[in-house]
């Protein structure tokens, strides 16, 4: 029921072969690299004027372009930087993998848990964002964003649990009308304001000149700029994903990576300049910055909700690269032995059904208690980025500077230029965004590496506790037969338990019947019927005035486990009956399941299980 | 770590030989059975004014001892019902076993239920009641309310697992203080003003004589005694617990009935009489009656803080005596098979724990829902009592009918006579009370009685299925040798699987390794390495495009046990391995877990686990 249901939900399973993907060309490529680092600009600007606009007021427009620029130049910065990624690492370089494999496990790890940390906000983020561009066009949804939020995240889990990379080529097309849209808006914006003179729509009170309430200071632009940073997000993915690219790899990569900044560029850069002469009001709650632009320019006719439903589609999609990315990093963690193999396994749609369900999970979790709020959430986004940005930037100049190839000086310092600049950011946005969310983010870091260096001692510890040489492989006695004592454990003579006493003694001529009565007259009861038996198996009968079963049995059979020759093995068969109700079980006692997990921790034990199936005696 | 907490919480354990009970003399008795019962009259004349005053003003007063003088006639049958119950049934007859044995199995269960959901509501009702007691002297305390109910639950909780019936000897004295100082507080109160004519000391403003807003009707006169009736609750204790008092124990049972019964009827006739004259006013949250009560006879003394502390302590015992009889109670329920057998088995101290905590849970569930306020929870309490009396009452009728002994006549018409009082009382009070919670109570008896009878069933299809007559057993072949088929799922070869194996190879000279694999890399790689094996095990090795491993596994074990002759039996040898962190297992996939949960419902299958200690090995 629940199977064919699943069935219908996820799909059919596809098999290991099944799993070829397709190669992005460059401008299906760059609408999959696009929705995340596009669509980031959605909410850059808004970010940046909601710290500007409270405190200088009609200034505010002023300094958004000096802050945007200041942006820009860091874009142009990691641009260049990345592209030194893509060529080094043909075979796809996360900030995970450069740092790991030059900087050592541990600036690895960090680098690893940022991005994890990261992939999980822009879910948060990214889903919040898409519903808050749906309810700037329909106000009246305002109440059930949480609600949406989660629904939408819900859908995206199953779609991604049934895999959705084949047919993502059409998902390309609303990412060029996002891109289109927003293109025509600025320049049409631009145009209307300066050639045709017309004054912009205002969906919301402009503010007055004279609101003015704090004065200027370089801790408020600082602010404002670490704020902006988010638009910079996703700009990591293309060296993710080198190899995903049709041949050759590396040049498309780094077309689509110069193609995608230039974008961002201007969409970012054009609509700060819009909201400047549109003087758009960034707002806790109500219309986005970017639905305040569209309106002005447009008003309300359909560009405007052209706009809207662009925005919402782009952010979703922006949204959905978290959920390939994600998983993917998981396993590649796991595979290193950082994280539970759990997510190194293929569910029956070949996705990493334990990521993706993690994944959502969190952001769900996320949405939850921020309300869906991404003034809430973007605080702590950058600096997770940021770290990531930084140590991969380092690890590359440690890369030129042992493969020393041709030029490596000069890539080296673009490298070391870009570490230097992207830790200086980190350090601006960790510092201005500390108490406003971004602790967390800076706690979590490490705890992650600690949880990620602890699950990977123990899957050493067991791996190195079972290996076993190809030599001592060779040499291993299967011929040896073991002196077998089999202890049967029975509350009353019943056909479960005569079951098991008979197979008991098909397997060795020592079997001990073990009984632990909590009560004389049961007990007598017992031993008066084991004297009909036709048997020689010894029974051994203990009165227990403590009413506890299993530390008397427990005892037992330690005391003859201590005395147990080398060559001998101890089977404890336990008679269990099964009925086909599955309530049933919580009406009996679990006498069986607490001696079977306490009799695993023993040595020379083997534990074996006697089911009688209730079912057959009608 | 914990268990030593638990030691120091609970105690420790105590034999079944330590469960000798000391016997009930009259005053003991008294004071045990006096809590429950005369408790209520804290809150009944408080639930009458609850009704009457809102509707018809001071009118109300002049109908409040008319409605008590019908509670107290109730209260005499029912006294006369009861010593015949305790003449019949000296070994303790609840209306539970009355019923059954009477009745029939299914009206015994619905007294039985509406006696455990009557248990629940004591402890709620009881504990709320109790803390308002203390908030009428500390009203800063009202906030926490709900807060202080469950920790004082929660503190009874404990002290019942402990077990303290060694000890309640002293809690005698706090009844005994609140009987008196009732009786005290009635007399010199009525002295006071009769005599004296002293006014009353007004903690609450009075109502005025004009605040008439209802004709007087019969409706609510009846919804005024249906309230009242709390006042009988916890009557039946007696009859419950015949063989706990001293020999002669039905005439002390007796004259303890006669004596509890003049209690009731003096404090609950004495507390109305007074509220009419001091006119005390019911509010739904502040002072209690009582409360008002005392403070109008003895102002803000030492005597009115003593009535208030007293109150509150009788009460909680009342919630204590649940605290008995509803483990107890489960208890019988259980041994007849309509109940889980946990509530059967005795903790170390001798307590029914399961009983115990399943009653905790539920009230202090209640008491967070209904907010710990009396007047929600009241409406919900006396109707199962009165369902229980009234099936009581009627399986005694049965039994003198049956039992033809001398004047059985006359005793079946006391019964029956106490039987239709009750039912229309019953029917009272399920109209009456129907919309106010009432409707809860009669919904959930049936759906108890249905999973008791399901529950029964289950253990009645259990018992026959592994039932075996002693003809059978002196039958059965303790010499029957099986045939052996061993198969060991392996997924590599490591310490584990090659214990496993060799496990295996000295019980059966028939041994399958049967390994699934998902990966054909490491298929091979298994393939090569155990063809280093010096061994003639079967290596069964197949290749699973899907990624599944316990489906192949299952099916392959089902094809060859379909095939399987009568004799043949097939053990399945699962290695795992266990380390010493407990985590650590949530670190790896749960293939033996799945495996195990899905051979245990196959014929024929045995199902054993070899452990191999990761410790072991360094």
Redesign the interface.
């Given at each position: 029921m629940l199977q064919k249901f699943m069935d219908i939900l996820i799909g059919e399973?596809?098999?290991?072969?099944q799993g070829a993907q397709e190669k992005y060309n460059v401008p299906f490529g760059l609408a999959i690299m696009a929705s995340d680092a596009v669509s980031s600009v959605a909410y850059a600007a808004e970010e940046i004027l909601l710290y500007l606009v409270p405190a200088i007021g009609l200034l505010a427009y002023n300094w958004l372009t000096w802050v945007s620029l200041a942006i820009i130049g860091l874009l142009v910065i990691l641009t260049i930087s990345y592209i030194q990624i893509i060529r080094a690492y043909p075979q796809g370089g996360g900030a995970y993998i450069v740092a790991k494999e030059n900087l050592g496990v541990k600036p690895g790890l960090i680098a690893g848990s940022a991005l994890l940390i990261d992939y999980i906000l822009t879910v948060a983020v990214s889903a919040s964002a898409s519903v808050a561009a749906i309810t700037s066009a329909f106000p009246q949804l305002d109440s059930y964003k949480v609600a949406i939020v989660i629904i939408l995240i819900a859908v995206l889990t199953i779609l991604n649990l049934r895999g959705i990379s084949e047919s993502s080529r059409i998902f390309s097309v609303p990412t060029y009308i996002f891109i289109f849209s927003m293109i025509f808006m600025i320049l049409y914006g631009l145009f209307k304001y300066f050639i045709l003179n017309v004054p912009p729509n205002q969906l919301v009170d402009p503010i007055k000149s004279g609101e003015m309430m704090e004065n200027l200071s370089i801790f408020l632009i600082l602010k404002a700029f670490s704020s902006g940073c988010s638009a910079l997000t996703g700009l990591e993915a293309v060296s993710n994903s080198v190899p995903n690219f049709k041949k050759p790899s590396q040049k498309s990569a780094k077309t689509v990576m110069i193609l995608l900044t230039s974008l961002i560029l201007f969409i970012f850069g054009g609509t700060s300049f819009l909201a400047r002469f549109y003087q758009a009001v960034p707002l806790q709650e109500g219309p986005t910055v970017v639905s305040q632009l569209a309106y002005g320019v447009f008003g309300s006719g359909i560009m405007f909700y052209v706009i809207q439903f662009s925005t919402a589609i782009i952010l979703l999609m922006a949204c959905n690269t978290a959920f390939t990315g994600f998983p993917m990093l998981m396993y590649v963690v796991g595979k290193d032995g950082y994280a539970?193999?759990?997510f190194t396994?293929?569910?029956?749609r070949l996705g990493f059904t334990f990521g993706i369900l993690a994944l959502s999970c969190v952001a769900c979790f996320l949405v939850f208690i921020f309300k869906a709020d991404t003034h809430l959430l973007i605080p702590l986004y950058s600096v997770g980025v940021f770290i990531s940005f930084t140590l991969a930037q380092s690890g590359m100049v440690m890369h030129w500077k042992s493969a020393k190839e041709d030029g490596w000086k000069y890539r080296a310092c673009i490298n070391g230029f870009g570490a230097i600049v992207t830790l200086i950011t980190t350090g601006i946005i960790a510092s201005e965004k500390f108490f406003d969310g971004a602790w967390i983010v800076i706690l979590l870091i490490p705890s992650i590496m600690f949880v990620m260096l602890k699950?990977h001692k123990?899957?050493e510890?067991?791996a190195?506790?079972?290996?076993?040489s190809?030599r001592a492989?060779?040499?291993?006695?299967?011929?040896?037969?073991?002196y077998?004592l089999v202890i049967v454990p029975i509350a009353s003579?019943?056909?479960?338990t005569?079951g098991a006493?008979?197979?008991a003694?098909?397997?060795?001529d020592n079997v001990i019947a073990l009984n632990i009565s909590?009560d004389k007259i049961a007990m007598e009861k017992l031993k008066s019927?084991w004297a009909?038996?036709?048997?020689?198996?010894l029974l051994v009968s203990k009165y227990s005035?403590?009413?506890?079963v299993v530390t008397p049995i427990l005892n037992y059979i330690d005391q003859i486990s201590k005395a147990a020759i080398d060559n001998e093995?101890i089977?404890v068969?336990l008679p269990?009956?099964?009925?086909h109700?599955k309530w049933?079980s919580?009406?009996?006692?679990h006498t069986g399941f607490f001696l079977?997990e306490s009799?695993?921790?023993?040595?020379k034990?083997?534990?074996?299980?006697?089911?009688?199936?209730?079912?057959?005696?009608?």
């Open positions: 399973p596809l098999a290991n072969e539970p193999r759990q396994i293929r569910g029956k699950v123990h899957y510890h067991v190195s506790g079972l290996r076993i190809e492989l060779k040499e291993v006695d299967f011929k040896i037969k073991y077998h003579l019943n056909r479960a005569i006493l008979q197979y003694q098909s397997i060795s909590t019927k009909l038996l036709d048997t020689d198996i005035p403590y009413r506890a093995r089977t068969v269990e009956f099964e009925t109700e049933g919580i009406l009996h006692n079977r009799l695993l921790r023993k040595d034990i083997v534990i074996a299980t006697f089911p009688y199936h209730l079912g057959d005696a009608e």
